[in-house]
């Protein structure tokens, strides 16, 4: 069974500052999705990463994926409070084509 | 393209009765997803179909629970009797199956507003 772990659960940052938050997934994927979700909103669809090394960059958020690893990152750069949400990784179920398992999420707050 | 549209938006029901919540998945999407999210439990998978047959129910907690999709632009998600415990925001999601089909990439899940349903 698949299982998808992220961390930080929550993390709280200044305005300016870098942080990473960490996808790790438990069997062999062949792609995977960071999404955002704002407080009482849906989730919206950020990145998808379809291969090892792959990286996309968005504004201040920059995603990467690590195959080998089974590790995907999500880097904040300068952290601006527009940002503050929670965050979603989660993980194509090889061979279930568009079945998706997400991870806990990441609340992150950016104070000013 | 008008997005994911799910309805009501928000319902509050008493235990013992009926829910329905309705979903319109994005028009040319071969995939339609249904999720429970609460705060204990996070996000769960109860449901999803494929060109509008039932592929994989193991995520509906229980009998009470039943979900169809009579074509291609309509989901129902229906609970009877309603528990408290069933509170949650019900997601309904569609996707595309194939790169650079219509509406979006490569198996990206696309999410309606949700409907928040509390049980009284």
């Known amino acids: 069974e698949l299982k998808v772990e992220q961390n930080p659960l929550f993390l709280s940052m200044q305005e300016g500052k870098n942080y990473t938050i960490y996808c790790n997934y438990s069997t062999t994927s062949d792609r995977l999705y960071w999404y955002r979700q704002d407080p009482g909103k849906s989730l919206e669809s950020l990145f998808v990463?379809?291969?090892?090394?792959a990286v996309k960059q968005e504004g201040r958020l920059m995603a990467s994926l690590d195959t080998k690893a089974r590790l995907s990152t999500l880097h904040i750069t300068a952290a601006v409070h527009d940002l503050s949400a929670t965050y979603f990784c989660?993980?194509?179920?090889?061979?279930?084509?568009?079945?998706?398992?997400f991870g806990t999420g990441t609340r992150l707050q950016v104070t000013l | 393209d008008a997005g994911v549209i799910q309805s009501p938006r928000h319902e509050v029901t008493e235990m013992g009765q009926e829910v329905t919540l309705r979903c319109k998945p994005i028009?040319?999407?071969?995939?339609l997803f249904w999720y429970r999210q609460t705060m204990m439990r996070g996000l769960e998978l109860l449901i999803y179909?494929?060109?509008?047959?039932?592929?994989?129910d193991s995520g509906m907690p229980e009998d009470r629970f039943s979900a169809k999709m009579p074509n291609a632009s309509f989901s129902t998600l229906k609970i009877q009797p309603s528990e408290p415990r069933d509170s949650a925001v019900y997601f309904c999601a569609s996707s595309p199956a194939l790169a650079g089909s219509i509406g979006g990439d490569l198996y990206t899940q696309y999410f309606g507003p949700g409907t928040r349903l509390t049980v009284l």
């Open positions: 028009s040319g999407h071969d995939y």
């Open positions: 989660a993980v194509g179920n090889t061979g279930t084509a568009s079945k998706l398992t």
């Open positions: 990463l379809l291969s090892n090394g």
């Open positions: 179909f494929n060109n509008n047959v039932p592929i994989d």
